[in-house]
DNA sequence: TTGTACGCGTTATCAA
DNA sequence: TTGATAACGCGTACAA
């Protein structure tokens, strides 16, 4: 009762089944020949010791790694402190957690995607979530990697791809502006460099055209401070904008801050949307109306399909849903 | 050029500094002896060829584990949604990278404090990152874990503990408060069994007591729901309540909620305050004023305890700064 | 269908 | 001070 308690092994479970450990690894691999009676003895005394395979001994000898890597591609480190990145994290870590696995988080420097090559030479790496990622990254992936990456966000031929459906949720957006009467809506642009913001931009120009608006755009990065200085702009460009179209919460947070501190009645004066549905866009004042992206799910899903190693489909689309509030 | 790019092993770097594979360990280890010549040709040679040792390998032979868990003490699964966990589970991440580690997440239930010890006993796990821990928790912490465990929150004779100064901070808001003219104080307290949360309502009390002003104390559990509840709790009890002071910022969120909608005026009639400064904090209306805490230094503090296996102070206190903002 | 034997990269033990 | 060598737990050719 005092002895230190050593996890089962592989070997102890053979023993007990009465057959030779590579049998007894057939089996819980479930890969090569095995009779069915050892199958079931196997099985019974893996059940029985609670046996679960040492992930550290499986990535030594497969070299197939006991890292999940979440590689987030943007033009700093900073990249990595943002909420909506430990949130994918987390969703990671939880899927990791049965597999023995463990999570990591990197940096992938927009202005050299061969970067990522670094990640695929690591054998203590065994898969890849990839999140903002661009064109250049997903070149710069050897086949080495194929079947262990998937790709929040873009994909190629080689990464499958699990996205929001950025352009249908702006479409909801700006739609249900137009339809509560909003005719000269603006829209601040997520950063130029990612693709999925483009999609979203797309979306407001073939709207905004098909209703005969007037084109209102103006660059931002998805942050508050960024937000306000684009309200600013819009202000004094076109002073009878009636609709503001954030590409993130905080930038239209930012927005809303700059309305407010110039006198302009939010929704009253300017509807102001967000985009993401972070925690706390309905505890602000004015709650925000926004569109909300099943983060968690998306995030569960890539890393799934980067452990299971099944055949996934080449993209994923994940809907944006409209969440009216007070804002917008 | 086109083999494969085989990341370099121990033994590259041995026969590139003409040495031994034993000799490298030691040398790259830092344990065991090795001449001032030996030592010089290895640590070159391993330089050159970028040497990383293989986490896997090594955690194998020693039993020493490849994964830092975070374990988040809480009554249901659900606490590792908290965007404060994911926080600190990527600071933990990239203390760990650099070493070539994972983490992982892991609840553990408030009702069975034992379960830590399945931790303990999963030799893939290389050390815990405690948070929001109970002394039930600590109590359970096998002695095999000495020196690879830290505590956000309280610690043990076994455990050291990072904690943030919640008696101080909650000090310097209702000592800020008084400043400004509040004499009516209430108090929305955090989960009974946490016990930093118990610190904050010591501090409460003891101002509140020594300068002759009424204790008015309601139960909350860090929800903004909760808070919308306490506050209504409070306006019935005591309706000149002046001052409201939230255990979290979500906590006040909710109470400012509650209030906007009565028609109260925050901060005129009755001045809110929070705990923490979540990002968002900044951008509410009316900004809140709150206790800003040093969230991701106190996370890697922690993680590089239990990566360092350095001795530790038994208990390391960091700063919880009043914010002043709009709201109180 | 099963078992033997080897290798994965590292650390630890021991003899030299 | 050094270098063989034996583990660590698992997967897998290869032989039986």
Known sequence: MATTHRPPTLEDVALAAGVSRATASRVLA?????????????????DRLGYAPNPAARALVQGTGFRLVVAVTGTAATVLDDPYVHRVLGACARVCAPHGLGVALHWL?????????????????????????TEGVLDAIPARLRGRVASIG?????????DVDNGGGTEAVVRHLYATGRRRIAMVTGPRWLSCAGRS???YRRIVRDAALPERLV????????????????????PDTDAIVGSSDATALGVIDLLRGD???????????????IPLAAMTTPALTTATHPVTQI??????????????PPATMFPSRLVRRVSG
Chains 1, 2 share one sequence.
Request: without cysteine; charged residues 20%.
């Open 299 to 312: 995030a569960t899903a890539a890393a799934t399909a980067v452990l299971d190693r099944r055949p996934v």
């Open 263 to 277: 006198g302009v009645q939010v929704p009253g004066d300017v509807a102001v949307t967000g985009f993401d549905d």
């Open 30 to 46: 479930g890969t090569g020949y095995a009779s069915p009676a050892a199958r079931e003895r196997v099985n019974v005394a893996a």
């Open 201 to 203: 931009v797309g979306a």
């Open 109 to 133: 420097p927009t202005r050299s995607p061969g970067e990522v090559r670094r990640l695929a030479a690591d054998r203590s790496v065994g898969g890849v979530v990839l999140i903002n990622t």
């Open 154 to 162: 873009i994909g190629s031929a080689l990464v499958p791809a699990f």
């Open 219 to 238: 660059p931002g990065d998805f942050s508050a401070d960024r937000g306000r200085a684009a309200a600013r702009e819009v202000l004094e460009r076109w």
